[in-house]
């Protein structure tokens, strides 16, 4: 299978100046992935890991105080490596919606709140399919909203007359509407109550399906990557500490992180108490030395604390960055 | 019909009760100061030296009293004052007597709606459309400039700079009159005519556009600096939008929601007029005249324009209001 986007060694941080000093956040610190094409890739962790700052430079959607130190993403259009980061103005805007294309988090205010969805839809179309009349792209529209199986009455309303979970589904459909080849899902149910995220849920595997295109869904809720994705990488302080086949990781977690992150989730008959990751996540600001995760590992060692494990490959797809793991 | 019920109704019912107490309000204030303006009038005449004898006393004060409606009992009164404004009467100005009050106001009012709405809203519409614009691209080095220039601009206070465009395109180069221009009774409407009030007009004109323009552009860059952070702006960059329909369809749009409020309010007060301006440029406007009327004690006049201004103020605002749904759906559905 080919890669449809590659990050190497990407190190993204935020640059503030706070009383003349110079502050950086090491938001994401040397993430190397590839995500192939046709699959669910899930990106997984706690808040302020880094995964939402990920997304963003995936997206090469980059406002300061976001920089990207070193690295690089790469998209494959029709076959041939493109340079995320080197693509400016209107060939940038070209690729978004056609090649790649964005679900925001919680799309409570993502529409115009003083136009008919109709006119998003419309706006959205117009600026990418040239040489089509008005009547055709919303027939285009429509189309689109009955294939996944969404009523096109919504088009006639307003944002603010939708449910929150019908807002979400709304947000997929037009996130989906000229077929992208990659969606970036940022926290995509979050904010919803449980039936709501089921329906947003099967509307993504729904477009997976039928548009064969691919996904890299984010969220901290394990239970969204058992369910949907094929593949994850969990993130701990900017980096990715494993990455594999979504069944292997929950059958065999590696990292004591990961470990944490699986026990945290409820099973039916299961009388034991959670345990979480005692303490809390690190600030990125001051990362500790050596392995990030190492103030709170139940299992650290002498060398844990003064060398940063690499990512290292286990078996054929499950990749885990830990010193217990090291031969 | 729901929108009728829950939204048309209770708004004209609102109308019709601000007006009532306005008005209400107008009639009983100057009755509780205390003051007589008939026997100041005939305390003034007496102290100009004319001697009255007491029949003939008696019988200005019968007449001032109904030429002020100040005959009967309070009740009377207020009952006759309904009357008199459902007939548009005010009775005549005291200081232009006899010319009715009504009068007065037809002559110059035009002249007022003629300066101040027109500027207002060509204020409003470049302080808009500039305000958006620099707001949008904030960072750019001429939005800076520009934002300079203005925040220099918009604190310099109306006299000084109408007295500036006086000194300047009516002294130094005569372009346009000094001002005062005389009121005939009867205006007949003409080229000829139109040419004079333009230019008039043009330099009190052209200090109300700009300093006002200055105001709505300061307030609608800080309202478009906020909107263009907002999520649905935002989005539909990332989504590839062309630039030229975010900025006027996601960004201006949004933000020009307060601005609409804010200038029917203004444009309600064309009542009050502009008085510095109308000062600096010797301009026949309201604000002159309400000034006049209420250094010289001329109460019918001071009703006139208290009751008139009551009701554009009430109308601009019911008009805001029923408008309001048309730009800004999420109204419609509270």
């Given amino acids: 299978m080919d890669a449809i986007i590659t990050v190497e060694n990407l190190q993204a941080f935020y640059v503030l100046e706070v009383m003349g000093e110079r502050k950086v956040i090491k938001a994401v610190n040397g993430v190397d992935f590839a995500v192939l094409r046709d699959e669910v890739y899930g990106i997984a962790g706690e808040s302020g890991c880094g995964k939402t700052t990920l997304l963003k430079a995936i997206f090469a959607a980059l406002e300061p105080p976001l920089r990207i130190f070193e690295g690089k993403v790469y998209y494959y259009p029709n076959g041939e490596r493109v340079d995320a980061f080197s693509l400016a103005g209107e060939a940038r805007r070209k690729l978004r919606w056609t090649y790649i294309s964005y679900i925001p988090q919680g799309s409570m205010s993502v529409f115009n709140p003083v136009k008919r969805l109709r006119i998003t839809f419309l706006d959205f179309l117009k600026s990418h399919v040239g040489g089509k009349r008005e009547e055709e792209l919303l027939t285009l529209a429509r189309e689109h909203l009955v294939r996944l199986g969404l009523t096109p009455q919504v088009l006639n309303g307003y944002p603010h007359q939708l449910s929150g979970g019908m807002r979400q589904r709304v947000a997929i459909a037009l996130a989906t509407l000229l077929k992208p080849r990659v969606i970036l899902a940022d926290e995509p149910t979050t ?21 064969r295109s691919t996904i890299i869904v984010v969220t901290h809720d394990m239970g969204i990557h058992a369910q949907i994705t094929d593949r994850m990488a969990i993130m701990y302080a900017g980096r990715i500490v494993e990455e594999g086949l979504t069944k292997d990781i929950f059958a065999r977690p590696l990292h004591p992180y990961t470990r944490y992150l699986i026990q945290s989730l409820p099973k039916v008959g299961d009388k034991n108490t959670k345990e979480s990751a005692p303490g809390s996540p690190p600030s990125l600001l001051y990362l500790p030395p050596g392995c990030s995760f190492h103030p709170r590992c139940s299992e650290v060692m002498e060398h844990c604390v003064q060398e940063i494990p690499p990512l290292k490959k286990i078996n054929e797809s ?10 | 019909m729901r929108f009728v019920r829950d939204y048309l109704i209770p708004r004209l019912v609102q109308y019709v009760l601000v007006i009532f107490f306005g008005i209400t309000a107008v009639f009983l204030i100057p009755r509780f100061t205390g003051q007589d303006p008939v026997l100041e009038i005939i305390a003034q005449i007496q102290t100009q030296g004319g001697s009255l004898d007491p029949i003939a006393v008696r019988k200005l004060t019968e007449t001032l009293q109904e030429l002020y409606g100040l005959r009967g009992t309070l009740w009377e009164q207020y009952v ?32 007022t709606i003629g ?28 939005s800076k400039i520009l934002d300079a220039v203005i925040m220099v601009i918009r604190p310099v206070p109306h006299y000084i700079f109408g007295v500036l465009l006086l000194i300047l395109f009516a002294y130094v180069w005569a372009l346009f009159p000094a001002g005062g221009l005389m009121l005939g009774r009867r205006t007949v409407v003409d080229l000829r005519f139109v040419m004079i009030i333009l230019r008039y007009s043009f330099l009190p004109a052209l200090t109300l556009v700009v300093l006002g323009g200055a105001g709505w552009f300061q307030q609608m860059k800080l309202l478009v600096q906020n909107v263009r952070r907002e999520d649905f702006v935002q989005y539909a960059q990332a989504g590839g939008v062309k630039e030229r ?3 006027s369809r996601y ?83 509270r």
């Fill in chain 2, 251 to 333: 960004v201006m749009r949004n933000a020009m929601l307060p601005q609409i409020t804010q200038l029917a309010l203004v444009l309600g007060q064309v009542f009050s007029g502009v008085l510095m301006v109308e000062m600096v440029f010797s301009y026949p406007g309201m604000g002159l005249l309400l000034y006049r009327a209420v250094t010289r004690g001329d109460y019918n006049l001071v009703m006139g324009i208290a009751i008139l201004s009551i009701f554009t103020i009430t109308t601009a605002v019911l008009l805001l209001d029923l408008l309001y749904p048309l730009l800004d759906p999420r109204i419609r559905h």
């Fill in chain 2, 245 to 247: 329909v975010i900025i």
């Fill in chain 2, 115 to 142: 300066l101040f709405a027109t500027s207002t809203l060509l204020a409003w519409l470049l302080g808009n459309v500039l305000g958006g614009i620099a707001g949008y691209f904030s960072s750019q080095s001429w």
């Fill in chain 1, 318 to 327: 499950h990749w885990v960055a830990c010193w217990m793991r090291e031969g």
């Fill in chain 1, 191 to 211: 904010a919803l109550d449980v039936v709501a995220q089921r329906a947003v849920l099967q509307l993504l595997r729904d477009v997976q399906k039928e548009f």
């Fill in chain 2, 80 to 111: 006759n004052m309904w009357r008199r404004v459902f007939h548009l009467d005010f009775g005549p100005s005291l200081f232009q007597f006899p010319t009715p009050v009504s009068e007065l106001l037809r002559i110059y009012l035009p002249w």
